[in-house]
């Protein structure tokens, strides 16, 4: 199984985007998973941006993002949403959806997160 994702693009500082993370195979129930959401810019390691717990109760948020983003989920499309409101140039990178397999967020390496997305490029640029 692997994550499939779409949104992304290019948009201006102060604009919004929203990318949706969702299972290739309908039999993986992504509600039973914790999924994070990762970032990697130019030049940069890549982050971890956002994490939501399988029972939706706690969400985690990289300190540069809180209150411009939002993780959610819609179980009945089986697909995660990472909005990305107010951006901002440092906003820029490729953005990853993840899942280690575990139901809650965890503390992992990136290196134990088994089931990975393509990948999708956010630039915010005027």
């Known amino acids: 199984v692997r994550l499939v994702q779409s949104g992304g693009g290019l948009v201006q500082p102060g604009g919004s985007l929203r990318l949706s993370c969702a299972a290739s195979d309908s039999d993986f129930a992504l509600e039973w998973y914790a999924i994070t959401w990762f970032r990697q810019a130019p030049g940069k390691e890549r982050e971890g941006v956002s994490c939501?717990?399988?029972?939706?109760?706690?969400?985690v948020y990289e300190d540069s993002v809180k209150g411009r983003f939002t993780i959610s989920r819609d179980n009945a499309k089986n697909t995660v949403y990472l909005q990305m409101n107010s951006l901002k140039f440092e906003d820029t990178a490729v953005y990853f959806c993840?899942?280690?397999?575990?139901?809650?967020?965890?503390?992992?390496?990136?290196?134990?997160?088994?089931?990975w997305g393509q990948g999708t490029q956010v630039t915010v640029s005027s």
């Open positions: 993840a899942t280690d397999l575990l139901d809650y967020c965890s503390d992992n390496t990136q290196m134990n997160y088994d089931v």
């Open positions: 939501l717990s399988m029972k939706d109760s706690i969400t």
